[in-house]
Every structure is written in structure tokens, then in C-alpha cells.
């Protein structure tokens, strides 16, 4: 520890005796200094022990001495050392009193002690206490350092929070504690998930402190990564605030566990790279293959029903959508905040990514990401917690667009086809049923589309679609411009017709006519188009094309 008023007066060889303050010898003295001047306050810097001889000062004045040393006081000055035998043969009396009414500590150095022999004293003590600090720094950084090659990042932790007697915990890219020591600090770190997302939003490095009366410690939160955005936070707790040595060892496990992510990451783009060759195998309809590639890596995906998940990213309505401060949307069903596309700098896919890998990693779940050019595509077990993250990532970006209050203004928008459950024999039907519900999705302007949404609807939805309505304006054009002379409603009778599949006398009752003109329409119906009614095709793009028609 720093030197401090006791340590000095302990010294031997000084000799020095308190005169005044007894009862606050234990602060630490920052450095010792010599000044003459009548008003050496705007020379400090607060933690000093001046030495004087009063040469310059009305020492016996009592009103002159309380102005002094009130001064010094406010000044942060912790001591005052006053050289006996040279301009006073003892300490007057107004200065000692002056002190004690302050609470200042006051030292009588005798004439035989030089100031410089203080200051040398000082600084040693100042010396050793920081070579202490480095070495137990050194010898900290040695600790976290086999701590992290044996045990990983919790190991790293554990003793992390050995070394600054408190806790310590680590936060994946999602904000999600990824592991926290001791054990008991996992609860605490959890609090904490605001303060890492506000954290998250700054380029790295970044770091803040947590504490104050709402807190019972004091919590340094740090960005671990080397790019524009960090992959991982670190959070240490203490009861008071680091010393050295201690800070030592928080920047060497900074160090550590920017490595171990960048390593990581290093893993991902190869695990990547073997994902893209197991996907295109499985699309190629060689599923052996590709758990022969896999082995264990996606091994386990491989032998359980999956989906197969395709993500586009499109451009968005950013002129169009109000902006607020909200950097991050809530997944409606768990409550977990998930990044929005201004946090990933308007890359939604790479949202996509974090949050699906984050849980997949939280649950132990094996799951695929490739990603090819403005799409992604999602390898994930049926009913894990993979596949949840991507729905509800999807949809809350989709009901934040469509709240005002809760949109942030994005560059781009995502769009996300999900199909059935399949396995590694059906991989290339269960892509295109992916592309086919995101092919939907962007034509219904929707965050999110399940294939088997689809086969359980009803196909007339499909029939809003732009180039259906015109298809289906210039098919019924000529029938239309026919009965806006008024010479007759071959419109209302060619939907009775159909809609009673062809039954003369029904659709004749339901129209109020006799058959007999139901049957002259129906003909003036096949000279107006120039087709047979006869053939069912025909009679299928018709209906379709009045269904399409009426569906404003």
C-alpha cells in the first residue's frame, strides 16, 4: 500500500513527532513538498505533505494561521511538516492550534532531519508500493493466463475474481451471461443487462461504471473485440474502487478474452466454411456426404428433424419511419432484447445471426449459418431454441416498423421463409419451401412467413398480388366494356355460371333469368374472349380472375 502519515512518523530515521491530528495519520501521502510561499495552494494537487520553515509566514498570528491552514485544507493537503530550529525553536503556538481546529495532521521535524530525507522516505515508499503492484500484477497475469489455456473463460473468471476480491462476469454479443464466478454472481451480473446493451451501442474499446446507493458494489463494465463492434462485454464487481494490482489483472483479462473471441471467431469463419459444403451437399441430395463432413461439428442436426431457414435483406422505408432513441427491439414471447439492424449498422442479417448463434450456444443446440450474399440461410433444429430466436427476432423487427413509437429508421428490412420440418433426404424440398414463404413474405410485406402457414391457408390471398389483379383486368376488359353499354351483365352471369359449376338452371334462378338467356350470354361470352368454355383451364383462370377482382 501507498505510504502514509503513520508509516512516516513509524520511520526511524526521521524522528518525526505529531503535534496535531492524531486521529487521521492512516491517509495516504501522495507526494512530500517543499514551499516557502505564503499561499502555496494553487501549486497543489491534493494528497500532499507540505514541509515549511515558516520563513514567509505570521506564524504567531492566530487569524493569519486559521486563513492558512484552511486553505491547505481545502487544497486536499493531508499533512503539514514544520522544520523546528530554524526560524522558530518550536512550533507556534497559533499554528498548532490552528491545525488541531481544522483537523489537519501537523509533524514537528527536527532540525537534524532534512526535508530532503522526507521526500526520499516518500518517495521509496511510493517506489515499492508500485513495484509491489506490478509484480503482483505480473504474477496475476501469469494466473489468468493458465487459467484460460486449462479452463477455458470460466476458469479465467474464477480467478479473476480471486484476484480483486469480488466477482467477475462475461457477456456474449447478445448480452446474454455466458458465465459468471462465483456462482452466486450470475443473479448479479443478470441486473446488469441494460447497462451491457448501452455498452454495446459504443464502438470498442468502451467501458463505464456502474454503482452508487442503488447498488450494493461497484461494477466496471468492458467491451471485449477489436472491430467497430464488440463481440463480448466484461463485467467486474468490487466493493471499492481497483488498485493497481488489481487493475492490472482486469486489463490482462481484457487482453485474454479478446483473444479467446477473436479466436473464436477465427473458428466461425472455419466452422463456416464447412457449413456452406454441408448445406451444398444436402441440396445436392447427397446427405452422406455430408455428414460424412460434418462428423461432429453438425452431426447432431443432422439426426433429428430441422428447418431450413432462408433470410433476405431488402431495402427499407427509412425516409418513412419516425426515429427514436430505441437501439433494440423486445422478442415479444421471451422478453429478451434482441439487436435491432441500426445496432449491426443497418446489417439485419448480421442481428440475425448474433441472436440465433447466441441462443444456440446458451442451449448447446448445433445449428448451421451460411451466408450467401444478401441472404442467410438457417440450419436449425425443429422446436429448439434456434429456430425461436430467428421467429421472434423476424417478428419483433416487423412490429417495431409497424409501431411508431417503437421503430428505429433502417436502412434495410428483413425477410424471413420458414419451412417444414425435414430431414437430410429432403433438404432441397425444404429450401425451396423456405424460398417459397419468403417469396410470400416480401410479397405481403411481412417480417416473417412459415410454409405451412400456406398449405393451411387459403390460395385466394395470393390473388392481391399486382401482376394477378392485371392479369386478371385484361382477361375480364372486353366483358366489362361490353356490359358498360348495357348490353346486358355477362360479368354477373359468367360468376353465377362458374360459381355453380356449369348447372344451367341453377345459376339461371340465382341470376333471376330464364336458361335459355343464360345460355345466349354464356355464348356471347366465348365470342367476346375468343375461348371455349368447355375447357376447364379456361374456366379456372376466369374464376380465379373474378376472385381477383373483387378482393379490394
Same mark, same amino acid.
Request: aromatic letters at 4%; charged letters at 25%; one cysteine or more.
Given at each position: ?84 530550529? /530554524? ?8 499554528? /498548532? ?161 479478446? @483473444? ?157 421463409? @420458414? ?29 416473417? /412467413? ?9 390460395? @385466394? ?28 351483365? @355477362? ?62
Amino acid at each position: 500500500m501507498p505510504p502514509t502519515l503513520a508509516s512516516l512518523v513509524h520511520h526511524s530515521a526521521l524522528k518525526l513527532t505529531v503535534r496535531a491530528g492524531e486521529d487521521r495519520l492512516d491517509v495516504p501521502v501522495r507526494w512530500a513538498h517543499v514551499s516557502e510561499l505564503a499561499d502555496p495552494v494553487p501549486y497543489m494537487e491534493g494528497g500532499e505533505l507540505l514541509l515549511i520553515t515558516a520563513l514567509k509566514l505570521d506564524a504567531e498570528d492566530p487569524e493569519a494561521m486559521r486563513r492558512y491552514v484552511r486553505r491547505l485544507v481545502g487544497a486536499g493537503v493531508v499533512g503539514l511538516g514544520f522544520a523546528v530550529g /530554524v526560524n522558530y525553536e518550536d512550533i507556534p503556538k497559533a499554528l /498548532v492550534d490552528a491545525c488541531a481546529q481544522e483537523g489537519l495532521p501537523l509533524l514537528e521535524v527536527p532540525r537534524r532531519t532534512p526535508f530532503l530525507a522526507i521526500s526520499k522516505a516518500v518517495s521509496a515508499a511510493i517506489a515499492a508500493d508500485q513495484y509491489r503492484a506490478v509484480t503482483a500484477g505480473f504474477a496475476a497475469q501469469r494466473e489468468l493466463t493458465r487459467q484460460a489455456l486449462n479452463a477455458g473463460p470460466e476458469g479465467l473468471l474464477t480467478a479473476l475474481a480471486v484476484q480483486v476480491d469480488g466477482w467477475a462476469a462475461l457477456y456474449d454479443a447478445s448480452g446474454a451471461v455466458v458465465a459468471a464466478a462465483p456462482e452466486w454472481a450470475g443473479r448479479r451480473a443478470a441486473r446488469l443487462t441494460a447497462e451491457v446493451e448501452r455498452l454495446r451501442e459504443r464502438s470498442a474499446p468502451a467501458s463505464s461504471v456502474v454503482g452508487g446507493p442503488e447498488h450494493e458494489d461497484r461494477v466496471e463494465l468492458h467491451s471485449l473485440g477489436t472491430g467497430r463492434r464488440p463481440r463480448a462485454a466484461l463485467a467486474v464487481g468490487t466493493a471499492a474502487a481497483l488498485g493497481t494490482a488489481e487493475r492490472y489483472a482486469v486489463h490482462s483479462a481484457i487482453a485474454l478474452l479478446t @483473444l479467446v473471441t477473436e479466436r473464436s471467431r477465427s473458428l466461425q469463419a472455419a466452422e463456416q466454411r464447412i457449413g456452406t459444403a454441408v448445406l451444398r451437399m444436402l441440396l445436392a441430395g447427397e446427405p452422406d456426404h455430408a455428414r460424412a463432413v460434418a462428423g461432429d461439428l453438425y452431426g447432431e442436426l443432422l439426426d433429428a428433424p430441422f428447418r431450413m431457414i432462408v433470410a433476405e435483406s431488402l431495402p427499407g422505408p427509412a425516409a418513412r419511419t419516425p426515429v427514436t432513441t430505441a437501439k433494440s427491439v423486445t422478442a415479444a414471447k421471451s422478453g429478451v432484447a434482441v439487436p435491432a439492424a441500426a445496432d449491426m449498422g443497418g446489417d439485419p442479417l448480421g442481428g440475425l445471426t448474433e441472436t440465433v448463434e447466441s441462443a444456440a450456444a446458451r442451449s448447446g443446440e448445433a445449428v448451421l449459418v451460411v451466408p450467401e450474399g444478401e441472404r442467410l440461410v438457417v440450419l436449425a433444429a425443429d422446436g429448439g431454441p434456434a429456430v425461436a430466436a430467428c421467429v421472434e427476432y423476424a417478428m419483433a423487427l416487423e412490429a417495431a416498423r409497424a409501431v411508431p413509437e417503437q421503430a428505429v429508421a433502417e436502412e434495410y428490412e428483413l425477410v424471413v421463409g @420458414l419451412s417444414a420440418p425435414t430431414g437430410p433426404i429432403a433438404a432441397a424440398a425444404a429450401y425451396k419451401q423456405a424460398e417459397q414463404a419468403l417469396s410470400v413474405a416480401r410479397r405481403r410485406g411481412r417480417g416473417f /412467413v412459415e410454409h405451412e402457414q400456406l398449405a393451411a391457408g387459403s390460395v @385466394l390471398p395470393l390473388l392481391a398480388d399486382d401482376a394477378v389483379k392485371a392479369f386478371a383486368d385484361g382477361l375480364l376488359r372486353a366483358l366489362h366494356e361490353h356490359d358498360a353499354t348495357g348490353r346486358g351483365d @355477362l360479368v354477373a352471369s359468367l360468376r353465377a355460371w362458374l360459381s355453380r359449376h356449369g348447372q344451367w338452371d341453377a345459376a339461371a334462378a340465382d341470376l333471376g333469368v330464364h336458361r335459355h338467356t343464360l345460355r345466349y350470354r354464356m355464348r356471347r361470352v366465348e365470342e367476346i374472349l375468343g375461348r371455349s368454355l368447355d375447357d376447364p383451364d379456361v374456366r379456372m383462370e376466369l374464376w380465379l380472375a373474378l376472385k381477383a377482382t373483387t378482393t379490394d
